[in-house]
């Protein structure tokens, strides 16, 4: 039987994960995933681990004033206030797209700055300024907040473990940061669903996702592998196009409720 075996919310895009027994999905997928996002102070432009490792070792915990606690070794720990509707609005780019959201603050501004070593400002997406999902995939509606390019991101435990086996050494889920992880199907069956239901809600399998060298990354160190695997043996089998996939994309139908252990069904 296929069961949702994991759940993991990252507060803060490419910031450290937050495992989860339970989660809410919003219109723009789990509930507080990546509404937090580090800028370039001066363009705007998303920061990632793909260029900043640092980021790796910077958690993002939700607190009392419905902010941010942010944390990081030999940092103060920082409350961030939820922006509120006078909050200066930053244009900001995620890709290709641009948006204008609430800008957090000098006190956030400083404290990445100072552990990043350059200038960055943090910014906050409201539900009202999620940008649109790419309509080659998605409908006219469909929304997402700072992640790379949909809502939501499942993968098969099955596929984690014959990569494992093929790179020789065990992996960690984490370095594929997803929000799903269901168990109990066959290696990358995940490829050849269109529709799933996991309780009640249902979800469209959309595309796949393209993988960079954010996978090499040691998601506990940030270190990168000097093998630059798990990549090099990604690309030896899921290749395609000249991109390497691993896992699949998903927009959610709707809102509801998730929890570790519900069954999943494949609808088509």
């Known amino acids: 039987m296929l069961k949702l075996s994991a759940l993991y ?4 895009k490419s910031g450290i994960a937050e495992p989860l027994q339970q989660a809410h999905v919003d219109a ?3 509930a507080g995933d990546r509404r937090w996002m580090v800028v370039d102070a001066a363009s705007g432009r998303f920061q990632s681990q793909r260029a900043l ?3 790796s070792q910077i958690a993002a915990h939700w607190n009392a004033s419905g902010g941010l606690t942010l944390q990081a070794p030999g940092r103060p720990n920082l409350d961030v206030a939820l922006p509120g509707a006078d909050s200066e609005l930053r244009g900001v780019t995620v890709w290709s797209d641009s948006m ?3 800008d957090a603050g000098d006190e956030a501004a400083a404290w990445l700055s100072e552990l990043l070593g350059k200038p ?4 906050q997406v409201p539900l009202e300024r999620a940008r649109q999902v790419d309509t080659g995939y998605a409908e006219a ?5 700072f992640a790379d390019g949909f809502p939501l991101l499942l993968i098969g435990q ?3 473990d014959d990569l494992s086996t ?6 960690e889920m984490l370095r594929f940061r997803p929000n799903l992880v269901i168990e109990g199907s066959a290696p990358y069956a995940e490829d050849s669903w269109k529709r799933i239901r996991i309780g009640d809600l249902e979800f469209r399998v959309v595309k796949g996702c393209s993988r960079c060298i954010l996978t090499t990354l040691d998601p506990r160190t940030g270190e990168r592998s000097a093998d630059r695997e798990p990549l090099t043996t990604l690309k030896t089998y899921r290749e395609r196009d000249g991109d390497v996939f691993f896992g699949q994309n998903l927009i959610n139908q709707g809102e509801g409720e998730l929890q570790v252990g519900m069954p999943v069904e494949v609808l088509e």
């Open 120 to 123: 960055f400002r943090l910014v």
């Open 28 to 30: 723009i997928g789990l």
């Open 141 to 145: 509606g469909e929304k997402v907040g």
């Open 9 to 12: 919310r990252f507060p803060l």
């Open 166 to 171: 093929r790179v020789g050494r065990p992996l």
């Open 100 to 102: 204008r959201v609430p």
């Open 158 to 160: 099955a596929s984690l």
């Open 53 to 55: 490792p640092k980021m």
